[in-house]
Protein backbone atom coordinates (compact mmCIF):
# COMPACT_ATOMS: atom_id res chain seq x y z
CA UNK A 1 0.00 0.00 0.00
CA UNK A 2 1.07 3.21 -0.44
CA UNK A 3 1.63 6.00 1.97
CA UNK A 4 -0.49 8.61 2.10
CA UNK A 5 0.73 11.68 0.55
CA UNK A 6 -0.23 15.42 2.25
CA UNK A 7 -1.52 17.62 -0.71
CA UNK A 8 -0.59 21.35 -0.17
CA UNK A 9 -4.17 23.44 0.68
CA UNK A 10 -1.98 26.70 0.71
CA UNK A 11 -1.64 29.27 -2.51
CA UNK A 12 0.79 31.92 -0.60
CA UNK A 13 2.61 33.31 -2.14
CA UNK A 14 1.06 32.76 -5.78
CA UNK A 15 0.48 35.30 -8.00
CA UNK A 16 -3.08 35.57 -9.93
CA UNK A 17 -4.38 37.92 -11.70
CA UNK A 18 -8.17 38.78 -11.62
CA UNK A 19 -10.05 40.43 -14.20
CA UNK A 20 -13.72 42.21 -13.53
CA UNK A 21 -12.04 42.79 -10.12
CA UNK A 22 -13.27 46.02 -8.54
CA UNK A 23 -16.95 44.66 -7.38
CA UNK A 24 -19.09 41.68 -6.84
CA UNK A 25 -17.33 38.27 -6.99
CA UNK A 26 -13.70 39.96 -8.56
CA UNK A 27 -13.86 41.82 -5.54
CA UNK A 28 -14.43 38.88 -3.07
CA UNK A 29 -11.76 36.28 -4.79
CA UNK A 30 -9.29 38.71 -4.46
CA UNK A 31 -9.67 39.61 -1.27
CA UNK A 32 -10.03 36.02 -0.40
CA UNK A 33 -6.86 34.88 -2.22
CA UNK A 34 -4.91 38.09 -0.26
CA UNK A 35 -5.92 36.61 2.80
CA UNK A 36 -4.76 33.29 1.90
CA UNK A 37 -1.62 34.61 1.18
CA UNK A 38 -1.62 34.72 -2.62
CA UNK A 39 -0.72 38.87 -4.51
CA UNK A 40 -3.21 39.78 -6.32
CA UNK A 41 -3.19 42.06 -9.37
CA UNK A 42 -6.86 43.60 -9.08
CA UNK A 43 -7.65 44.48 -12.94
CA UNK A 44 -10.84 46.45 -14.02
CA UNK A 45 -12.06 49.15 -16.70
CA UNK A 46 -11.80 52.22 -14.03
CA UNK A 47 -8.33 52.40 -12.16
CA UNK A 48 -9.77 54.50 -9.70
CA UNK A 49 -11.98 51.88 -8.91
CA UNK A 50 -9.04 49.28 -8.72
CA UNK A 51 -7.23 51.85 -7.05
CA UNK A 52 -9.91 51.32 -4.08
CA UNK A 53 -9.91 47.35 -3.82
CA UNK A 54 -6.39 47.12 -3.71
CA UNK A 55 -6.50 50.07 -0.89
CA UNK A 56 -8.93 47.76 1.33
CA UNK A 57 -7.13 44.74 0.71
CA UNK A 58 -3.51 46.18 1.32
CA UNK A 59 -4.84 47.73 4.14
CA UNK A 60 -6.62 44.73 5.94
CA UNK A 61 -3.56 43.13 7.01
CA UNK A 62 -3.47 40.58 4.85
CA UNK A 63 -0.31 38.33 4.26
CA UNK A 64 -0.84 38.82 0.36
CA UNK A 65 -0.76 42.17 -1.25
CA UNK A 66 -3.03 43.38 -4.34
CA UNK A 67 -1.66 45.14 -7.37
CA UNK A 68 -4.13 47.51 -9.33
CA UNK A 69 -4.23 47.79 -12.88
CA UNK A 70 -6.83 49.25 -14.97
CA UNK A 71 -7.49 46.94 -18.12
CA UNK A 72 -9.98 46.49 -20.89
CA UNK A 73 -10.61 42.79 -21.76
CA UNK A 74 -11.70 43.88 -24.96
CA UNK A 75 -8.65 45.28 -25.85
CA UNK A 76 -5.92 43.22 -26.99
CA UNK A 77 -3.06 45.34 -26.73
CA UNK A 78 -4.57 46.26 -23.30
CA UNK A 79 -4.51 42.91 -22.18
CA UNK A 80 -0.83 42.15 -23.05
CA UNK A 81 0.78 45.09 -21.74
CA UNK A 82 -1.34 44.66 -18.61
CA UNK A 83 -0.07 40.90 -17.76
CA UNK A 84 3.29 42.01 -18.67
CA UNK A 85 2.95 44.64 -15.94
CA UNK A 86 1.74 42.01 -13.38
CA UNK A 87 4.33 39.05 -14.45
CA UNK A 88 6.90 42.33 -13.82
CA UNK A 89 5.21 43.75 -10.66
CA UNK A 90 5.21 39.87 -8.57
CA UNK A 91 7.73 38.18 -10.99
CA UNK A 92 5.34 35.87 -12.46
CA UNK A 93 1.41 34.53 -13.07
CA UNK A 94 0.58 31.26 -11.25
CA UNK A 95 -3.47 31.69 -11.71
CA UNK A 96 -5.83 33.84 -14.32
CA UNK A 97 -9.34 34.32 -13.42
CA UNK A 98 -11.56 35.54 -15.72
CA UNK A 99 -14.22 36.96 -14.38
CA UNK A 100 -15.50 40.29 -15.71
CA UNK A 101 -18.49 40.87 -17.36
CA UNK A 102 -22.06 42.50 -17.75
CA UNK A 103 -25.22 42.19 -18.81
CA UNK A 104 -27.44 43.69 -21.71
CA UNK A 105 -30.64 41.82 -22.50
CA UNK A 106 -32.31 42.45 -26.02
CA UNK A 107 -34.71 40.68 -28.02
CA UNK A 108 -32.87 39.80 -31.15
CA UNK A 109 -34.99 42.19 -33.54
CA UNK A 110 -34.21 45.33 -31.14
CA UNK A 111 -31.92 47.75 -33.29
CA UNK A 112 -29.37 47.98 -29.86
CA UNK A 113 -28.74 43.48 -30.86
CA UNK A 114 -26.05 43.66 -32.90
CA UNK A 115 -24.00 45.98 -30.66
CA UNK A 116 -24.97 44.41 -27.73
CA UNK A 117 -23.80 40.89 -29.24
CA UNK A 118 -20.49 42.40 -30.37
CA UNK A 119 -19.55 43.26 -27.02
CA UNK A 120 -20.96 40.55 -25.16
CA UNK A 121 -18.62 38.20 -26.85
CA UNK A 122 -15.78 40.47 -27.10
CA UNK A 123 -15.52 40.94 -23.03
CA UNK A 124 -17.33 37.76 -22.17
CA UNK A 125 -15.62 35.31 -24.74
CA UNK A 126 -12.78 36.12 -26.53
CA UNK A 127 -11.39 38.96 -24.24
CA UNK A 128 -11.07 35.14 -21.82
CA UNK A 129 -9.02 33.86 -24.49
CA UNK A 130 -7.01 36.85 -25.16
CA UNK A 131 -6.25 37.18 -21.08
CA UNK A 132 -5.11 32.95 -21.29
CA UNK A 133 -3.11 33.41 -24.18
CA UNK A 134 -0.80 36.50 -22.93
CA UNK A 135 -0.59 34.68 -19.74
CA UNK A 136 0.41 31.34 -21.44
CA UNK A 137 4.58 31.85 -21.09
CA UNK A 138 4.24 32.92 -17.39
CA UNK A 139 1.69 29.60 -16.78
CA UNK A 140 4.17 27.50 -18.38
CA UNK A 141 7.18 28.73 -16.15
CA UNK A 142 4.77 28.08 -13.06
CA UNK A 143 4.45 24.83 -10.41
CA UNK A 144 1.01 25.42 -10.19
CA UNK A 145 -0.65 26.78 -13.30
CA UNK A 146 -4.15 27.07 -12.68
CA UNK A 147 -6.99 29.29 -14.84
CA UNK A 148 -10.75 29.43 -13.82
CA UNK A 149 -13.22 30.90 -16.31
CA UNK A 150 -16.40 32.37 -14.74
CA UNK A 151 -19.29 31.57 -17.08
CA UNK A 152 -22.99 31.43 -15.46
CA UNK A 153 -25.97 28.91 -15.33
CA UNK A 154 -27.21 31.21 -18.32
CA UNK A 155 -24.04 28.75 -20.03
CA UNK A 156 -26.01 25.78 -19.01
CA UNK A 157 -29.58 27.12 -19.97
CA UNK A 158 -31.34 30.48 -20.72
CA UNK A 159 -34.07 33.04 -20.32
CA UNK A 160 -35.93 34.95 -22.66
CA UNK A 161 -34.35 37.92 -23.74
CA UNK A 162 -30.51 37.17 -22.90
CA UNK A 163 -29.48 35.43 -26.18
CA UNK A 164 -25.53 37.50 -26.02
CA UNK A 165 -25.15 36.43 -22.66
CA UNK A 166 -26.47 33.14 -22.52
CA UNK A 167 -24.07 32.70 -26.21
CA UNK A 168 -21.08 34.37 -24.78
CA UNK A 169 -21.34 31.75 -21.63
CA UNK A 170 -21.84 28.82 -23.05
CA UNK A 171 -18.69 30.04 -24.97
CA UNK A 172 -17.19 29.92 -21.81
CA UNK A 173 -17.74 26.60 -21.05
CA UNK A 174 -16.88 25.41 -24.52
CA UNK A 175 -13.66 27.13 -24.30
CA UNK A 176 -12.79 25.64 -20.85
CA UNK A 177 -13.01 22.23 -22.17
CA UNK A 178 -11.25 23.05 -25.11
CA UNK A 179 -8.34 24.43 -23.12
CA UNK A 180 -7.99 21.37 -20.62
CA UNK A 181 -7.81 19.06 -23.41
CA UNK A 182 -5.08 21.01 -25.09
CA UNK A 183 -3.31 22.50 -22.19
CA UNK A 184 -3.30 19.21 -19.83
CA UNK A 185 -0.43 17.73 -21.13
CA UNK A 186 1.38 21.26 -19.59
CA UNK A 187 0.12 20.29 -16.28
CA UNK A 188 -2.28 23.72 -16.81
CA UNK A 189 -5.63 22.91 -15.22
CA UNK A 190 -8.53 24.65 -16.72
CA UNK A 191 -11.75 25.13 -14.98
CA UNK A 192 -15.14 26.78 -15.14
CA UNK A 193 -17.05 28.20 -12.16
CA UNK A 194 -21.30 29.01 -13.24
CA UNK A 195 -23.03 31.22 -10.36
CA UNK A 196 -26.65 31.32 -10.61
CA UNK A 197 -28.38 33.91 -8.92
CA UNK A 198 -25.48 36.23 -6.79
CA UNK A 199 -26.18 39.47 -5.20
CA UNK A 200 -23.78 41.53 -7.35
CA UNK A 201 -23.78 44.76 -9.76
CA UNK A 202 -25.61 42.78 -12.40
CA UNK A 203 -28.65 41.87 -9.98
CA UNK A 204 -28.59 44.96 -7.92
CA UNK A 205 -31.34 46.74 -10.32
CA UNK A 206 -34.18 43.55 -9.66
CA UNK A 207 -36.31 44.71 -6.44
CA UNK A 208 -35.73 42.83 -3.57
CA UNK A 209 -39.33 41.48 -3.39
CA UNK A 210 -38.51 40.05 -6.91
CA UNK A 211 -35.63 38.79 -5.71
CA UNK A 212 -37.47 36.70 -2.96
CA UNK A 213 -40.14 35.19 -5.13
CA UNK A 214 -37.64 34.08 -7.58
CA UNK A 215 -35.26 32.33 -5.09
CA UNK A 216 -38.39 30.54 -2.91
CA UNK A 217 -39.90 29.49 -6.76
CA UNK A 218 -36.17 28.84 -8.38
CA UNK A 219 -33.77 27.98 -5.69
CA UNK A 220 -33.19 25.06 -3.50
CA UNK A 221 -31.69 26.61 -0.94
CA UNK A 222 -34.73 29.76 -0.97
CA UNK A 223 -31.96 32.74 -1.57
CA UNK A 224 -29.61 34.57 -3.51
CA UNK A 225 -25.92 33.48 -3.20
CA UNK A 226 -23.59 35.79 -2.31
CA UNK A 227 -19.90 37.19 -4.52
CA UNK A 228 -17.66 35.24 -1.42
CA UNK A 229 -19.64 32.09 -2.15
CA UNK A 230 -18.30 31.87 -5.20
CA UNK A 231 -15.31 33.14 -4.59
CA UNK A 232 -14.25 30.21 -2.13
CA UNK A 233 -15.42 27.44 -5.10
CA UNK A 234 -13.04 29.70 -7.00
CA UNK A 235 -10.16 29.41 -4.45
CA UNK A 236 -10.83 25.58 -3.94
CA UNK A 237 -10.40 25.36 -7.97
CA UNK A 238 -6.78 27.02 -7.56
CA UNK A 239 -5.41 25.07 -5.28
CA UNK A 240 -2.09 23.03 -5.62
CA UNK A 241 -4.34 19.89 -4.46
CA UNK A 242 -6.65 20.67 -6.90
CA UNK A 243 -3.73 19.20 -9.51
CA UNK A 244 -6.19 16.58 -10.59
CA UNK A 245 -9.28 18.40 -11.60
CA UNK A 246 -9.62 20.08 -15.40
CA UNK A 247 -12.29 21.02 -17.57
CA UNK A 248 -15.11 21.01 -15.59
CA UNK A 249 -17.58 23.43 -15.30
CA UNK A 250 -19.19 23.29 -12.05
CA UNK A 251 -22.45 25.62 -10.50
CA UNK A 252 -22.75 27.57 -8.16
CA UNK A 253 -26.44 28.38 -7.27
CA UNK A 254 -27.85 26.94 -4.53
CA UNK A 255 -29.07 23.90 -6.65
CA UNK A 256 -31.39 26.24 -9.43
CA UNK A 257 -29.90 23.69 -12.45
CA UNK A 258 -31.13 20.54 -10.68
CA UNK A 259 -34.77 21.76 -9.89
CA UNK A 260 -36.87 20.43 -12.40
CA UNK A 261 -40.39 22.82 -11.26
Known amino acids: MQPYKLLSRSIAGHKAIITGAASGMGRATAHLFASEGAHVAVTDLDQAKCDAVANEINDAGYSGRAFPLAIDVSDEAAINSGVEAVAGEFGGIDIVINNAGFARHAPIEDESYPGIWDASIAAMLTGHQKMIRAAMPHLRKSDCPRIVNIASTEGLGATPGNSPY ?96
Open 166 to 261: VAAKHGVIGLTRGLAVDLGRDGITVNCICPGPILTGITQGIPDEHKEIYAKRRVPLRRYGIPEEVANMTLSLVLPAASYLTGVAIPVDGGLTIKNA
